[in-house]
């Protein structure tokens, strides 16, 4: 059992940053794939980004690439989100997933196991 907690979201204008945390329980966390997801109102899940159980292997959805980053410290127990130049379209929910999957870093969502409650962004233009 893992639980999953997400911080670090807010209001923040266009072109601006925020970085995303996830602190995960339990003593396992580097056994686990983690991904983020995101959910804007009216629109379905999408995948944001996700790093392999090491951080050695990282996958980002085309929309976010060269601007969001994910990274992990297994040390902490906790994975990142740095997102760069948001723009109003990145407005949405984001939650922390993790995998159990010991390969790559998954991008679906059904591929993952348990999952944060979420943090709010919204970037105004």
């Known amino acids: 059992q893992v639980q999953l907690v997400e911080s670090g979201g807010g209001l923040v204008q266009a072109g601006g940053s925020l970085r995303l945390s996830c602190a995960a329980s339990g003593r396992t966390f580097s056994s686990y794939a983690m991904g983020w997801f995101r959910q804007a109102p009216g629109k379905e899940r999408e995948f944001v980004a996700s790093?392999?159980?090491?951080?050695?292997?990282?996958y980002s959805a085309d929309s976010v690439k060269g601007r969001f980053t994910i990274s992990r410290d297994n040390a902490k127990n906790t994975v990142y989100l740095q997102m760069n130049r948001l723009k109003p379209e990145d407005t949405a929910v984001y939650s922390c997933?993790?995998?159990?999957?010991?390969?790559?870093?998954?991008?679906?969502?059904?591929?993952?196991?348990?999952w944060g409650q979420g943090t709010q962004v919204t970037v105004s233009s």
């Open positions: 997933a993790a995998s159990q999957l010991r390969v790559g870093a998954p991008s679906r969502w059904y591929d993952y196991n348990y």
């Open positions: 790093i392999n159980w090491s951080g050695g292997t990282t």
